[in-house]
């Protein structure tokens, strides 16, 4: 590599986004998707507790009443926002799926938006016996 490409890379390195891997960054991020801190309530997260490999981690989140709109959010992921998905008022069963990195072990947390303003969350401990994403 020459002195030339070098600085080049390093110039793009230092412009990207810090990672912000702290359960301060996840509560930073909930309340920014929510617009405060959610209290606990009717969600439910289903996902292994142990988890052999974190590269794709299957997780469905299901509202127990009317929302508009669910999240998760993972505490030491590099970026704690995982997934928001915005849903209908009249949606007939408020929940998603989909899979995730983990980068190891940690607490999941889901949280639901109603229509009304109401924020709620819930939050299970997965352990990550292999890591998936690369620490900064």
């Known amino acids: ?3 030339r490409e070098f600085a080049v890379a390093a110039a793009v390195l230092a412009g990207l986004p810090e990672a912000r891997a702290s359960d301060e960054a996840m509560r930073a991020a909930i309340r920014g998707w929510a617009g405060r801190d959610p209290e606990a309530g009717p969600l439910k997260i289903d996902i292994a507790e142990l988890v052999e490999n974190g590269n794709a981690v299957p997780v469905r989140v299901a509202a127990g ?4 709109g669910l999240a998760l959010f993972t505490p030491l992921n590099p970026e704690p926002e995982v997934v928001h998905v915005a849903l209908g ?12 990195r ?3 072990s940690q607490r999941i947390v889901a949280v639901a938006r109603a229509a009304d303003g109401r924020c709620w ?8 016996t292999l890591a998936a994403c690369v620490e900064p």
């Open 1 to 3: 590599m020459r002195r």
């Open 102 to 104: 983990l980068a190891r």
């Open 89 to 100: 008022a009249d949606a007939p069963k408020p929940e998603f799926g989909t899979r995730m």
């Open 121 to 128: 969350q819930a939050g299970v401990d997965v352990i990550v």
């Open 65 to 68: 009443q009317p929302v508009v």
